[in-house]
């Protein structure tokens, strides 16, 4: 029953993958440095994924696209793109065929595995051919998929995707601007190597928008400025003649803004270290943590006040290797104590030791979000989360191979400012 209903809502709704989605799903592929190969399934010569895909290619990228019946139209709709593109662009009709022979890459594999069309069908036919996709991918590859969001429409895909993120997911981005709304998933079914994360690009977030050319608001914040604005709505409504509504609807557009997300720029020097959030440094102390194995870390810790922009990133670039959640209290973020806050601890992976990042959260702090699944990899700079309303970050580095450079009271911003520097 949920497959037919998914079917008669697909049709409903006229499901498919716009622009904003096919840069999702072609995210992973594109902040590859490579040389890198990609593989396209089942693209039309008007699929946004399609040219989202080559757009990504660099000099030493090729791509296959399995085209199925439309072989011979996108054979000549690559060819008229110019020779630039048809030395890049392999096409083929079926799957098996791009294995027959060694592809323009010089290898069978690729790095990653992009579906041009949204998933469909019962959980059974979803997992079996996500089962083949992955015997096509190069150790550490990515295969990308978009389902539409909600059980009704997604119906069995919806659910089987969900479960191979739980288990292999390493990344996903909720794209609101589609018709109707998707979920990009993208799936890692064998461990990456560290090392290619201080060569990758940071990963965008296609569902924050943009507001201007260096500014953007995180989907938080357009979920909470849209219930200002309902609260609003409802209080008009029940309310007449009452002005209480101006309450939620003026609130509207700072709740917005503290989700704000603006663009940094992030040094290219390979030995500098960044602050994980904007903030005042409160400690450059020396410290073990048995949950990070005892060792001597070198902690920077900083405070972050309900004015300050609270999208957190990676102070390095790593593999993560763990995530986890501790309990504790709700001290003002600013005091001792609140070291045994509720904290979700980071775990990377890195060429020169572990580094750890905690999001503690505050007295007004009660929401901790993370989006970085363990074995994402993460670039120097990327995004990784946020906390909500005022808070504090700790950045824990192996403390014989770094040296500090900020202090107790500097101001720090996110992805830009240089708190340390590998020895």
């Known amino acids: 029953m949920s497959e037919i209903l998914a079917r008669i809502g697909g049709r409903l709704f006229r499901a498919r993958v716009g622009d904003v989605a096919a840069r999702a799903l072609v995210a992973e592929f594109g902040r590859h440095p490579g040389p890198k190969h990609g593989l396209v399934l089942w693209a039309s010569p008007e699929s946004p994924v399609l040219s989202a895909a080559i757009d990504a290619l660099t000099p030493g990228d090729t791509l296959t696209v399995v085209a199925g019946a439309a072989g011979a139209d996108l054979r000549a709709h690559v060819t008229a793109l110019g020779g630039w593109v048809e030395q890049r662009v392999r ?8 294995t027959e022979s060694t592809v323009l890459a010089g290898s069978d594999q690729a790095d990653a595995v992009i579906l041009a069309d949204l998933v469909t069908g019962d959980a059974d036919e979803v997992r079996s051919e996500l089962d083949g996709l992955a015997k096509h991918l190069n150790p550490g590859g990515v295969v990308s998929a978009a389902v539409v969001v909600g059980p009704f429409l997604a119906g069995g895909a919806g659910e089987e995707l969900d479960r191979q993120a739980t288990l292999y ?45 260096d500014a953007r608001i995180d989907s938080s914040g357009l979920v909470a400025a849209a219930i200002c604005l309902g609260a609003a709505a ?49 400690a450059v102390e020396r410290v073990r943590d048995d949950r990070l194995g005892g060792e001597e870390f070198l902690r920077i810790a900083v405070f972050l006040s309900v004015l300050d922009v609270h999208v957190n990133r990676s102070p390095v670039a790593g ?20 070291e045994h806050n509720v904290a979700g601890y980071t775990v990377l992976e890195t060429t020169h030791g572990t580094v750890a990042i905690a999001q503690r959260a505050g007295l007004i702090a009660r929401r901790i979000v993370h989006r970085a699944p363990v074995g994402a990899l993460l670039a120097k700079g990327e995004r990784f989360g946020l906390i909500r309303f005022g808070s504090r970050t700790d950045v824990y580095l192996p403390g014989g191979a770094v040296t500090a450079m900020v202090a107790p009271g500097d101001q720090v911003a996110a992805g830009e400012t240089v708190i340390a520097h590998w020895v």
Request: aromatic share 4%; net charge positive; charged share 25%.
């Open 91 to 98: 096409v083929v009709s079926t799957l098996a065929e791009s």
């Open 319 to 338: 593999r993560v290797i763990d995530h986890f959640v501790i309990d504790g209290g709700y001290a003002a973020a600013m005091k001792p104590e609140a």
């Open 234 to 282: 409802l209080t008009r409504r029940a309310r007449r003649g009452s002005r209480l509504w101006l309450l939620p609807a003026l609130a509207a557009a700072p709740v917005a803004a503290f989700f704000r997300d603006p663009e940094r720029d992030t040094p290219a020097d390979p030995s500098a270290i960044v602050a994980a959030s904007d903030g005042r440094v409160l």
């Open 169 to 213: 997911g390493v990344g996903s981005d909720l794209v609101l601007r589609n018709v109707p709304p998707v979920r990009v998933h993208n799936l890692r079914y064998s461990q990456a190597d560290t090392a290619l994360a201080e060569r990758m690009a940071p990963r965008e977030r296609t569902s924050s928008v943009k507001i201007t050319s």
